[in-house]
């Protein structure tokens, strides 16, 4: 086949950093943009040079010329945004979190296999190099038996009680936007999900987490110490520690660097600058999948995609926290 030709449903903030790596690609092609909100899927196409624009979601998951679509839509509008892609018969790339709570993921992916159709969480930081070089040494033996992994993600947003981030009714809070990030990264790390999970948030005002930790558990004895935060600023690195020694991924979401250490040894660093915002690397992954013909990733697996939400959902259910 020839470039996979794009389509992106929403045209917001997320959805605009993921254009700015797609047009880049020499793999694929942005053909068309969804929104609802007059004017913004014209505005959007012009600025990516996108030869479609779409007002109607449907009328857009209808263009024959679509071969796979990144939904950049809110958290709430993935469930229906994915439905209407995979009846469609088109791939979909979906934006974390991938939905609101496993039963819908185990829903949609379900509609995905009963259709035949490729379908992947977008956790772009997977295939980020550093992150990459890191799974690499882990698979090597490089630092022996992974025993403790430390992460975080959390930011200041400022206090905007209308925005998005902090509106429960829209999945507001640290956890589905900050805190998944380190939750994926030990679910990548481990291979498995916890068997025992204690945890922390501060429920702000608006009713949503402005910040929790956790600590989990895994068989075996392995632990994982993670925390996240939208109104709170860390220093959003990962450690993984082993039985001989330990990698550093410096400011993990965004990571351009990362150093193997082990004892009696110069540290092993590995670095390389970006030209992009680094979502062209998961976009990358699923045109690969999609030219061999795969109906999902071995890299971001439905499964675990079903299992992380499934965390997440355990999480929020110590909290008391649901999203009405």
């Known amino acids: 086949m020839g470039k996979v030709k794009w389509g992106i449903m929403g045209a917001g903030g997320i959805s605009r950093k993921f254009a700015s790596d797609l047009v880049q690609s020499t793999e694929g092609e942005l053909l068309a943009v969804a929104s609802r909100t007059p004017g913004k899927a014209e505005k959007f196409a012009e600025e990516f040079k996108a030869p479609k624009a779409y007002n109607s979601y449907e009328e857009f998951v209808a263009d024959p010329e679509i071969d796979i679509v990144y939904i950049g839509t809110l958290h709430p509008m993935h469930k229906e945004g994915v439905l209407l892609c995979l009846n469609a018969g088109k791939a979909v790339l979906c934006e974390k979190p991938f939905m609101m709570s496993a039963q819908e993921a185990e829903e ?20 980020l190099p550093p992150v990459v070089q890191a799974r690499e040494w882990i ?26 981030l902090l509106d429960k009714k829209l999945g507001g809070g640290a956890l589905l936007d900050a805190g998944i990030y380190p939750i994926s990264f030990a679910s990548m790390v481990f291979g498995k999900q916890p068997t025992k999970i204690s945890s922390s948030a501060y429920i702000g005002e608006t009713g949503v987490d402005e910040r929790f ?104 259910g110590q909290w008391g926290l649901e999203y009405n």
């Open 108 to 127: 949609v992916i379900q509609v995905a296999k009963d259709n035949n159709v490729f379908i992947m969480e977008a956790m772009w930081t997977r295939y």
């Open 213 to 316: 930790s956790a600590l989990f558990e895994y068989e075996g004895g392995q632990t994982a110490l993670l925390s996240g935060g939208v109104q709170l600023r860390t220093s959003n690195d990962a450690f993984i520690y082993g039985s001989k020694g330990y990698i550093h991924i410096a400011n993990f979401l965004f990571g351009k660097s990362a150093t193997l250490h082990v004892p009696n040894e110069e540290p092993l660093h590995f670095e390389k600058t970006l030209p992009t915002f680094g979502y062209i690397f998961e976009a990358e992954e699923a045109m690969r999948c999609i030219r061999e013909g795969r109906k999902e990733s071995a890299l971001m697996p439905v499964s675990e995609t079903i299992e992380i939400m499934q965390t997440l959902d355990s999480l929020r």
């Open 139 to 164: 698979q090597e033996g490089r630092i022996g038996e992974i025993k403790m992994l430390t992460a975080n993600f959390g930011f200041d947003f400022g206090w905007n009680p209308g925005h998005r």
